[in-house]
């Protein structure tokens, strides 16, 4: 009868690896890693006046205006998100009576106005999109190969509930291999993501300005910072599943499984 062999050092790492699981994938999948610094001209570029209806009749805008409160020297502005990209994902809110309703996109309307639309980061918006440079491509594949290794190891961590041993190799030890392997994958990725910021489709949010490790008109957002909370938990993770391995091994705890008859057992 199969056993769920549980200790604290083993719930420590099964916590620490889901989180880390989570938290990392969360990160390299949000397009919060560069985020535009509006100002009030770029904002009307994108977002729809408050108080103007606008009308597409023959592919031609024709607009009709409310009167508008002369106290009020500049048009006010609908609900805006500024535009944000990162290695997979990038998205911002664009009028959504000049919107093109492209089939690739992903769309929410913020308001009546204003739609909010995201789209894979390696093409611009726009009827003839631009295609990022290789080294972007390069390491948004790289992620993705990360990713993937996270996802194998998401697996692997509930099969140590109620396994030991896979194909004769220690199951901790496996996925240790697996956290460690993709720690180091994504860890590439993030150094080499911002080599490639000089990229068509970045400059498309950051400027002319932006360059290699060079951010232009742009601010760091929070899913660097949570991407690389989440490589240092995996490495952590990693570490401790040798310390899981060894504790779950010795011949204490074989000792104790053998004489328990519970399908539960706790390692003290």
């Known amino acids: 009868m199969p ?15 889901f989180l880390s699981v989570l938290i990392t994938i969360t990160s390299f999948f949000s397009s919060h890693w560069l985020i535009r610094i509006e ?22 805008i024709d607009i009709d205006s409310f009167s508008i409160n002369s106290n009020k020297s500049d048009i006010e502005l609908t609900q805006f998100i500024p535009p944000s990209i990162g290695p997979w994902f990038r998205c911002q809110s664009v009028c959504s009576k000049l919107s ?26 726009g009827a003839n999109p631009a295609i990022a440079n290789k080294v972007i491509w390069i390491a948004a594949s790289i992620s993705m190969i990360g990713c993937c290794l996270l996802g194998a190891s998401f697996i692997f961590i509930l099969l140590t509930l ?14 240790g291999s697996l956290l460690g392997s993709a720690d180091l994958i994504l860890l590439t990725s993030l150094i080499m993501w ?27 957002s929070w899913a660097p910072l949570t991407a690389i909370c989440g490589i240092v938990l995996l490495l952590i993770s990693a570490i401790l599943s040798i310390a899981v391995d060894k504790s779950i091994t010795t011949q204490t705890a074989t000792r104790q499984i053998l004489l328990n008859e519970k399908s539960c057992v706790f390692l003290h």
């Open 3 to 17: 056993r769920i062999i549980l200790s604290w050092i083993l719930l420590i790492w099964i916590t620490c690896s």
């Open 39 to 60: 100002t009030p001209e770029t904002r009307q570029l994108t977002a729809c006046p408050q108080h103007n209806i606008l009308s597409i009749v023959n592919n031609n």
């Open 100 to 125: 093109d309703y492209n089939g690739n996109l992903l769309n929410w309307h913020l308001s009546d106005d204003t739609l909010f639309k995201c789209q894979l980061s390696m093409w611009g918006f």
């Open 162 to 175: 109620c396994k030991r041993e896979i194909c004769d190799h220690s199951v901790f030890s496996c996925t």
């Open 194 to 220: 911002p080599a490639g910021w000089d990229s068509v489709t970045i400059r498309e949010v950051c400027g002319g300005s932006v360059g290699p490790y060079s951010k232009g008109n742009c601010s760091m």
